[in-house]
């Protein structure tokens, strides 16, 4: 399922393709997606195009795109195999094309193989309002982070993949955070020290960063908005990687745990406390880059 980096790539790809045209018609193919009652077309100019947790908004409303506030929104989630598709010119109906967004000036068309992605039209943003705090505001700091911990007997792992406190990270990247801040993946969420906690706030934050910037992680199905794969799969420290030596402190072998019905990838040697206080030549926050 796509994660918060390949969301936010979609949108950051779409956002100034789309921004201030206007929706002719949105066409919708198969009988599984009810989007709901369209807005009039006079109230169908794109303010914008946003990410709120794992979906993809549009925000439509009268006049420019500066004007007046949005009166109506469209939301779609891509789920497991779901695609937007930007086409500056509308070509013939793809295998598994399920809707298509007619503008002005080009096409959006949503595929999704397995048909389990959803489109619909909302007139209250807070109907899809993420329960969690995104990573990616500047809410999104270091006591924040803290009290959100605080108390939780779950391991980290299993802490990081609910949607209720932080929002958008999923199997892949938890993995990769842990690994980055030097977290064991069974500790106790809410037993993490001050350093550590602030390791895993700036591991999150660079992640996520590194992600988006290479246009997410592609293993089967997310393409992007242009229909490319994703890149950061070939930049993964320890998922999938089961076996193979670690790349940062170059003697662990990558093992995979089971937590919660989800494969945990971790490195044993450099994914504990004493590693950290004994590295040799570690400056402070040096060994949240890979090598």
């Known amino acids: 399922m796509p994660e918060l980096p390949e969301v936010e790539t979609v949108v950051r790809q779409l956002r100034p393709k789309v921004t201030g045209q206007h929706l002719e018609r949105l066409l919708v193919f198969d009988g599984l997606l009810r989007p709901g009652r369209a807005p009039a077309p006079a109230q169908r100019r794109i303010h914008r195009v946003e990410r709120m947790g794992k979906q993809i908004v549009f925000s439509f409303g009268p006049g420019r795109p500066s004007g007046r506030p949005p009166r109506a929104w469209l939301a ?25 967004l007619v503008l002005d000036r080009g096409v959006v068309d949503f595929i999704d193989t397995r048909r389990f992605g959803t489109l619909r039209w909302l007139r209250r943003i807070e109907e899809i309002q993420p329960q969690g705090l995104d990573p990616m505001t500047p809410d999104f700091t270091v006591s924040a982070l803290e009290g959100l911990l605080a108390g939780s007997r779950q391991e980290v792992k299993v802490w990081l993949l609910r949607q209720d406190r932080l929002v958008g990270l999923g199997n892949i990247y938890a993995s990769e955070i842990l690994h980055r801040a030097g977290l064991a993946p069974r500790r106790r969420a809410g037993h993490l020290g001050k350093a550590e906690t602030r390791r895993l706030f700036e591991a999150i934050g660079s992640v996520l960063s590194e992600a988006i910037t290479n246009c997410g992680t592609t293993f089967s199905d997310f ?38 019905q989800r494969s945990t990838f971790y490195c044993p040697t450099c994914q504990t406390r004493r590693w950290w206080r004994t590295a040799p030549g570690e400056a402070p926050g040096e060994a949240l880059r890979m090598r």
């Open 76 to 100: 779609c989630h891509l789920r497991m195999t779901g695609r937007l598709i930007w086409q500056a010119r509308q070509r013939d109906a793809q295998p598994d094309l399920r809707a298509r």
């Open 223 to 260: 393409r992007d908005a242009r229909g490319e794969l994703g890149a950061y799969q070939q930049m993964l420290a320890v998922y999938g990687r089961e076996g193979q030596r670690c790349r940062r402190c170059r003697q662990g072998e990558i093992r995979r745990v089971v937590q919660q």
